[in-house]
Protein backbone atom coordinates (compact mmCIF):
# COMPACT_ATOMS: atom_id res chain seq x y z
CA UNK A 1 0.00 0.00 0.00
CA UNK A 2 0.89 3.59 -0.56
CA UNK A 3 0.34 6.53 1.53
CA UNK A 4 -2.39 9.03 0.23
CA UNK A 5 -1.24 12.81 0.55
CA UNK A 6 -4.71 14.72 -0.11
CA UNK A 7 -3.74 17.50 1.58
CA UNK A 8 -3.49 18.78 5.53
CA UNK A 9 -6.30 17.45 7.59
CA UNK A 10 -7.05 21.26 9.04
CA UNK A 11 -7.42 23.52 5.34
CA UNK A 12 -5.21 26.50 4.92
CA UNK A 13 -5.85 29.45 3.27
CA UNK A 14 -6.01 29.41 -0.37
CA UNK A 15 -3.35 31.24 -2.34
CA UNK A 16 -5.00 34.32 -4.50
CA UNK A 17 -5.64 33.27 -8.27
CA UNK A 18 -3.46 36.16 -9.28
CA UNK A 19 -0.21 34.79 -7.21
CA UNK A 20 -1.15 31.03 -8.94
CA UNK A 21 -1.28 31.99 -12.40
CA UNK A 22 1.69 34.18 -12.66
CA UNK A 23 3.97 31.33 -11.50
CA UNK A 24 3.22 29.55 -14.71
CA UNK A 25 2.00 31.97 -16.94
CA UNK A 26 5.22 32.03 -18.95
CA UNK A 27 4.81 28.07 -19.75
CA UNK A 28 1.00 28.23 -22.19
CA UNK A 29 2.45 28.15 -25.45
CA UNK A 30 2.71 25.38 -27.13
CA UNK A 31 5.15 24.76 -29.87
CA UNK A 32 4.26 21.71 -32.47
CA UNK A 33 7.70 19.54 -32.52
CA UNK A 34 6.67 18.08 -28.85
CA UNK A 35 3.36 17.23 -29.68
CA UNK A 36 3.86 16.08 -33.43
CA UNK A 37 6.59 13.65 -31.88
CA UNK A 38 4.70 12.19 -29.16
CA UNK A 39 1.56 11.23 -31.73
CA UNK A 40 3.63 9.93 -34.14
CA UNK A 41 5.65 7.84 -32.06
CA UNK A 42 2.62 6.45 -29.92
CA UNK A 43 0.63 5.74 -32.87
CA UNK A 44 3.62 4.13 -35.14
CA UNK A 45 4.27 1.62 -32.07
CA UNK A 46 0.68 1.23 -31.95
CA UNK A 47 0.54 0.15 -35.73
CA UNK A 48 3.49 -1.60 -35.45
CA UNK A 49 2.10 -3.78 -32.59
CA UNK A 50 -1.11 -4.34 -34.44
CA UNK A 51 0.60 -5.57 -38.16
CA UNK A 52 2.92 -7.77 -35.68
CA UNK A 53 -0.24 -9.23 -34.02
CA UNK A 54 -2.25 -9.69 -37.55
CA UNK A 55 0.24 -11.63 -39.26
CA UNK A 56 0.19 -14.67 -36.45
CA UNK A 57 -2.84 -16.65 -35.70
CA UNK A 58 -5.31 -16.80 -33.50
CA UNK A 59 -3.87 -19.82 -31.79
CA UNK A 60 -0.31 -18.34 -31.80
CA UNK A 61 0.81 -16.70 -28.80
CA UNK A 62 2.48 -13.86 -30.23
CA UNK A 63 -1.12 -12.69 -31.44
CA UNK A 64 -2.01 -12.39 -28.09
CA UNK A 65 1.26 -10.56 -27.46
CA UNK A 66 1.58 -8.48 -30.10
CA UNK A 67 -1.89 -7.46 -29.65
CA UNK A 68 -2.00 -6.12 -25.78
CA UNK A 69 0.71 -4.45 -26.41
CA UNK A 70 -1.28 -2.69 -29.02
CA UNK A 71 -3.67 -1.91 -26.29
CA UNK A 72 -0.45 -0.31 -24.33
CA UNK A 73 0.25 1.57 -26.99
CA UNK A 74 -3.66 2.62 -28.02
CA UNK A 75 -3.58 3.96 -24.29
CA UNK A 76 -0.75 5.80 -25.38
CA UNK A 77 -1.82 7.02 -28.44
CA UNK A 78 -5.63 7.81 -26.94
CA UNK A 79 -4.40 10.00 -24.18
CA UNK A 80 -2.76 12.92 -27.38
CA UNK A 81 -6.47 13.08 -28.00
CA UNK A 82 -6.87 14.80 -24.64
CA UNK A 83 -4.53 17.07 -25.40
CA UNK A 84 -5.90 17.57 -28.54
CA UNK A 85 -9.21 19.03 -27.26
CA UNK A 86 -7.38 22.05 -25.41
CA UNK A 87 -4.89 22.25 -28.58
CA UNK A 88 -2.07 21.94 -26.50
CA UNK A 89 -0.61 18.76 -28.77
CA UNK A 90 0.73 20.46 -31.16
CA UNK A 91 -1.03 24.09 -31.21
CA UNK A 92 -2.00 23.49 -34.85
CA UNK A 93 -5.44 23.16 -34.55
CA UNK A 94 -6.55 21.28 -37.69
CA UNK A 95 -3.98 18.80 -37.13
CA UNK A 96 -5.10 18.07 -33.24
CA UNK A 97 -8.66 17.53 -34.21
CA UNK A 98 -7.95 15.44 -37.27
CA UNK A 99 -5.25 13.50 -35.38
CA UNK A 100 -8.32 12.84 -32.39
CA UNK A 101 -10.27 11.19 -34.77
CA UNK A 102 -7.77 8.98 -36.40
CA UNK A 103 -6.73 7.51 -33.41
CA UNK A 104 -10.52 7.06 -31.51
CA UNK A 105 -12.85 6.54 -34.54
CA UNK A 106 -11.54 2.89 -35.13
CA UNK A 107 -12.13 1.95 -31.46
CA UNK A 108 -15.80 3.23 -31.63
CA UNK A 109 -14.56 6.46 -29.35
CA UNK A 110 -17.00 9.42 -30.28
CA UNK A 111 -14.01 11.65 -29.46
CA UNK A 112 -15.96 14.82 -30.41
CA UNK A 113 -18.60 13.96 -28.04
CA UNK A 114 -15.76 13.41 -25.18
CA UNK A 115 -14.67 16.86 -26.35
CA UNK A 116 -17.43 18.62 -25.75
CA UNK A 117 -18.39 16.66 -22.35
CA UNK A 118 -14.24 17.01 -21.21
CA UNK A 119 -15.08 21.08 -21.75
CA UNK A 120 -17.53 20.80 -19.02
CA UNK A 121 -15.68 18.83 -17.71
CA UNK A 122 -13.18 21.06 -16.71
CA UNK A 123 -15.60 24.10 -15.89
CA UNK A 124 -17.07 21.51 -13.20
CA UNK A 125 -14.54 19.29 -11.83
CA UNK A 126 -14.39 19.06 -8.21
CA UNK A 127 -17.63 21.54 -7.26
CA UNK A 128 -20.82 20.26 -9.39
CA UNK A 129 -22.41 16.22 -9.25
CA UNK A 130 -23.43 16.88 -12.82
CA UNK A 131 -19.61 16.60 -13.85
CA UNK A 132 -19.68 14.11 -16.84
CA UNK A 133 -16.54 12.89 -16.23
CA UNK A 134 -16.85 12.62 -12.51
CA UNK A 135 -15.59 9.02 -10.55
CA UNK A 136 -16.19 9.86 -7.56
CA UNK A 137 -19.93 10.01 -5.27
CA UNK A 138 -21.38 12.28 -2.95
CA UNK A 139 -22.17 10.67 0.25
CA UNK A 140 -25.66 11.50 0.05
CA UNK A 141 -25.93 9.51 -3.70
CA UNK A 142 -24.20 6.51 -1.08
CA UNK A 143 -26.88 6.65 1.55
CA UNK A 144 -29.84 7.05 -1.11
CA UNK A 145 -28.33 4.09 -3.06
CA UNK A 146 -29.75 0.29 -2.58
CA UNK A 147 -27.60 -2.68 -1.96
CA UNK A 148 -26.65 -3.14 -5.62
CA UNK A 149 -25.59 0.42 -6.33
CA UNK A 150 -24.08 0.56 -2.49
CA UNK A 151 -21.73 -3.09 -4.11
CA UNK A 152 -20.63 -0.91 -7.20
CA UNK A 153 -19.79 2.40 -5.63
CA UNK A 154 -17.75 0.17 -2.60
CA UNK A 155 -15.90 -1.20 -5.45
CA UNK A 156 -16.03 0.75 -8.51
CA UNK A 157 -12.63 1.11 -9.12
CA UNK A 158 -11.65 -2.99 -9.61
CA UNK A 159 -15.36 -2.96 -11.97
CA UNK A 160 -13.90 0.31 -13.85
CA UNK A 161 -10.71 -1.03 -14.65
CA UNK A 162 -11.63 -4.80 -15.13
CA UNK A 163 -14.76 -4.79 -16.30
CA UNK A 164 -15.94 -1.86 -17.86
CA UNK A 165 -12.84 -0.78 -20.21
CA UNK A 166 -12.76 1.00 -22.76
CA UNK A 167 -16.42 0.12 -23.98
CA UNK A 168 -16.97 1.28 -20.18
CA UNK A 169 -15.91 4.99 -21.15
CA UNK A 170 -17.49 5.09 -24.44
CA UNK A 171 -21.28 4.10 -22.56
CA UNK A 172 -20.59 6.35 -20.03
CA UNK A 173 -20.05 9.45 -22.03
CA UNK A 174 -22.81 8.87 -24.45
CA UNK A 175 -25.06 8.27 -21.23
CA UNK A 176 -23.89 11.39 -19.64
CA UNK A 177 -24.14 12.90 -23.04
CA UNK A 178 -27.67 12.70 -23.08
CA UNK A 179 -28.32 14.91 -20.19
CA UNK A 180 -26.68 17.73 -21.93
CA UNK A 181 -28.22 16.88 -25.56
CA UNK A 182 -30.93 19.37 -25.36
CA UNK A 183 -28.87 22.25 -24.14
CA UNK A 184 -25.97 21.95 -27.26
CA UNK A 185 -26.01 22.36 -30.59
CA UNK A 186 -22.74 21.52 -31.17
CA UNK A 187 -22.92 18.51 -28.90
CA UNK A 188 -25.62 16.88 -31.18
CA UNK A 189 -23.45 18.34 -34.07
CA UNK A 190 -20.41 16.28 -32.24
CA UNK A 191 -22.78 13.37 -31.86
CA UNK A 192 -24.03 12.90 -35.36
CA UNK A 193 -20.45 13.56 -37.06
CA UNK A 194 -18.89 10.95 -34.71
CA UNK A 195 -21.76 8.87 -35.52
CA UNK A 196 -21.06 8.94 -39.18
CA UNK A 197 -17.42 8.87 -39.02
CA UNK A 198 -17.58 5.59 -36.76
CA UNK A 199 -19.46 4.10 -39.11
CA UNK A 200 -17.67 4.61 -42.07
CA UNK A 201 -14.16 3.82 -40.69
CA UNK A 202 -15.62 0.52 -38.56
CA UNK A 203 -17.33 -0.56 -42.06
CA UNK A 204 -14.44 -0.29 -43.89
CA UNK A 205 -11.96 -2.43 -41.75
CA UNK A 206 -14.20 -5.07 -40.75
CA UNK A 207 -15.44 -5.22 -44.76
CA UNK A 208 -11.33 -5.67 -45.50
CA UNK A 209 -11.39 -8.43 -42.76
CA UNK A 210 -14.32 -10.07 -43.74
CA UNK A 211 -12.75 -9.99 -47.71
CA UNK A 212 -9.39 -11.14 -46.83
CA UNK A 213 -11.45 -13.98 -44.24
CA UNK A 214 -9.86 -12.64 -41.15
CA UNK A 215 -12.98 -10.99 -39.80
CA UNK A 216 -12.70 -13.46 -36.60
CA UNK A 217 -9.02 -12.01 -35.77
CA UNK A 218 -10.39 -8.87 -36.60
CA UNK A 219 -12.82 -8.97 -33.89
CA UNK A 220 -10.50 -10.22 -31.31
CA UNK A 221 -8.05 -7.83 -31.89
CA UNK A 222 -10.10 -5.27 -31.34
CA UNK A 223 -11.73 -7.07 -27.92
CA UNK A 224 -7.80 -7.21 -26.64
CA UNK A 225 -6.89 -3.77 -27.71
CA UNK A 226 -9.98 -2.30 -25.93
CA UNK A 227 -9.26 -4.09 -22.62
CA UNK A 228 -5.99 -3.26 -22.06
CA UNK A 229 -6.13 0.17 -23.98
CA UNK A 230 -9.62 0.88 -22.18
CA UNK A 231 -8.37 -0.58 -18.86
CA UNK A 232 -5.10 1.95 -18.34
CA UNK A 233 -7.25 4.89 -19.14
CA UNK A 234 -9.64 3.79 -16.69
CA UNK A 235 -7.02 3.21 -14.11
CA UNK A 236 -5.35 6.70 -14.77
CA UNK A 237 -8.72 8.62 -14.45
CA UNK A 238 -9.47 7.01 -11.49
CA UNK A 239 -6.25 7.77 -9.72
CA UNK A 240 -6.02 10.56 -10.34
CA UNK A 241 -9.36 12.03 -9.66
CA UNK A 242 -11.14 9.65 -7.09
CA UNK A 243 -12.03 10.48 -3.58
CA UNK A 244 -11.17 14.14 -4.44
CA UNK A 245 -13.18 17.38 -5.03
CA UNK A 246 -14.75 20.33 -3.04
CA UNK A 247 -14.95 24.08 -3.39
CA UNK A 248 -12.37 26.25 -2.68
CA UNK A 249 -11.97 29.81 -2.44
CA UNK A 250 -11.06 30.35 -5.78
CA UNK A 251 -11.15 28.50 -9.12
CA UNK A 252 -7.60 28.00 -9.17
CA UNK A 253 -7.27 26.84 -5.99
CA UNK A 254 -10.28 24.40 -6.11
CA UNK A 255 -8.54 22.97 -9.59
CA UNK A 256 -5.25 22.56 -7.74
CA UNK A 257 -6.36 20.23 -5.22
CA UNK A 258 -9.81 18.61 -6.94
CA UNK A 259 -6.82 15.81 -8.93
CA UNK A 260 -4.33 13.81 -7.76
CA UNK A 261 -0.79 13.83 -8.68
CA UNK A 262 1.65 10.32 -9.13
CA UNK A 263 4.75 10.15 -8.75
CA UNK A 264 5.78 7.85 -11.19
CA UNK A 265 8.64 6.62 -13.66
CA UNK A 266 9.70 7.76 -16.82
CA UNK A 267 7.69 5.33 -18.72
CA UNK A 268 4.43 5.61 -17.03
CA UNK A 269 4.46 9.66 -17.13
CA UNK A 270 5.55 8.97 -20.91
CA UNK A 271 2.48 6.82 -21.61
CA UNK A 272 -0.08 9.28 -19.63
CA UNK A 273 1.74 12.48 -21.59
CA UNK A 274 2.54 13.96 -18.58
CA UNK A 275 -1.18 13.75 -16.70
CA UNK A 276 0.08 12.81 -13.69
CA UNK A 277 0.80 16.03 -13.22
CA UNK A 278 -2.82 16.55 -12.59
CA UNK A 279 -3.64 19.30 -10.91
CA UNK A 280 -1.54 21.68 -13.15
CA UNK A 281 -3.65 20.68 -15.94
CA UNK A 282 -6.69 21.29 -14.61
CA UNK A 283 -6.17 24.74 -13.15
CA UNK A 284 -4.28 25.97 -15.96
CA UNK A 285 -5.53 23.67 -19.04
CA UNK A 286 -3.25 25.99 -21.77
CA UNK A 287 0.10 24.58 -20.08
CA UNK A 288 1.39 21.80 -22.85
CA UNK A 289 2.18 18.34 -21.53
CA UNK A 290 5.75 19.29 -22.04
CA UNK A 291 6.00 22.14 -19.26
CA UNK A 292 3.18 19.99 -17.22
CA UNK A 293 6.41 19.17 -14.74
CA UNK A 294 7.83 22.10 -14.36
CA UNK A 295 4.66 23.62 -13.63
CA UNK A 296 4.13 21.40 -11.35
CA UNK A 297 7.71 21.76 -9.41
CA UNK A 298 7.26 25.42 -9.36
CA UNK A 299 3.47 25.38 -7.84
CA UNK A 300 4.83 23.16 -5.30
CA UNK A 301 7.78 25.69 -4.38
CA UNK A 302 5.17 28.46 -4.10
CA UNK A 303 2.83 26.66 -1.96
CA UNK A 304 5.95 25.49 0.50
CA UNK A 305 7.42 29.07 0.73
CA UNK A 306 4.05 30.31 1.59
CA UNK A 307 2.90 28.14 3.76
CA UNK A 308 -0.36 27.17 1.84
CA UNK A 309 -1.67 23.51 1.52
CA UNK A 310 0.48 21.12 -0.29
CA UNK A 311 -1.19 19.84 -3.61
CA UNK A 312 -2.45 16.18 -3.36
CA UNK A 313 -0.29 13.25 -4.12
CA UNK A 314 0.66 10.01 -4.07
CA UNK A 315 3.53 7.36 -5.22
CA UNK A 316 2.65 4.77 -8.07
CA UNK A 317 -0.55 4.13 -10.35
CA UNK A 318 -0.75 1.19 -9.19
CA UNK A 319 0.44 1.35 -5.48
CA UNK A 320 -2.43 4.71 -5.33
CA UNK A 321 -4.98 2.18 -6.82
CA UNK A 322 -4.76 -1.09 -4.71
CA UNK A 323 -4.95 1.54 -1.89
CA UNK A 324 -7.92 3.84 -3.00
CA UNK A 325 -10.01 0.24 -3.86
CA UNK A 326 -9.62 -0.83 -0.37
CA UNK A 327 -12.44 1.48 0.70
CA UNK A 328 -15.09 3.81 -0.77
CA UNK A 329 -14.15 7.25 -1.21
CA UNK A 330 -16.52 10.36 -1.00
CA UNK A 331 -16.57 14.21 -2.58
CA UNK A 332 -16.46 16.80 0.04
CA UNK A 333 -18.99 19.47 -0.45
CA UNK A 334 -20.23 20.61 -3.94
CA UNK A 335 -22.70 22.79 -5.93
CA UNK A 336 -25.84 22.01 -6.69
CA UNK A 337 -26.87 20.36 -10.31
CA UNK A 338 -28.35 23.52 -11.31
CA UNK A 339 -25.62 26.20 -10.65
CA UNK A 340 -24.18 25.12 -14.00
CA UNK A 341 -25.12 25.97 -17.73
CA UNK A 342 -23.58 24.18 -20.49
CA UNK A 343 -21.10 26.74 -21.49
CA UNK A 344 -17.94 24.44 -22.23
CA UNK A 345 -14.77 26.33 -21.18
CA UNK A 346 -11.46 25.97 -22.83
Same mark, same amino acid.
Given at each position: ?????? #??? %???????????? *?? &??????? *?????????????? =?????????? /????????????????????????????????????????? !???????????? =???? #??????????????????????????? /? !? %??????????????????????????????????????????????????? +????????????????????????????????? &?????????? =?????????? #?????????????????????????????????????????? &????????????????????? +? %????????????????????????????? /?????????
Amino acid at each position: MTAIHN #GSE %ELLADLPGPVLS *RT &VADLQNT *RPAPGLWRFTSATA =LMFVSLALAY /QNQLQDALFYAFAMLAGVFFAAAAVTTHDAIHHTLTGIKWF !DEISARFVTWGV =LWPH #GVYSELHKLHHKMNGVDLRDPERVTYS /Q !D %EYQAAGFFARFIIRHQLLIAVFIGGGIGMIIGHLRRASGFIHQSKGLRRQM +AFDAIGIIVVNGSLYALAAAHGELLKAVVLYVL &VERVGGGLLQ =LRAHVEHYGL #GGKRSNYFATQLHACRNIETNPAMSWLFNGLNFHSIHHAFPK &VPFYNLQEAHERMEKLLASQG +A %EPLPSSQGYLKTFLALASKARFMGPVETA /QTATFNPAE
